[in-house]
């Protein structure tokens, strides 16, 4: 799956909320400061990580590739 952004980045709570990943951003903070988000494939505990156009993240089994 990817995902398209306008801006220079977007951070990885937003990014799982557009990918349809999370309903609503208090899940997207549970899952993440869970440890069950990778980054680039590792895994990061900060919402607020700042993901750029080739990035990439996973949860549950789902690759999501920002452009």
């Given amino acids: ?27 997207a903070k549970v899952v993440i400061q869970d440890g069950q988000v990778k980054v680039n494939g590792e895994v990061d505990t900060r919402r607020g990580k700042k993901l750029y156009s080739g990035d990439n993240f996973e949860y549950n089994g789902e690759l999501v590739t920002v452009k």
């Fill in 1 to 27: 799956m990817e995902i398209e952004i306008r801006d220079e980045y977007i951070k990885l709570g937003q990014a799982m909320k557009l990918a349809g990943l999370v309903s609503s951003g208090i899940e």
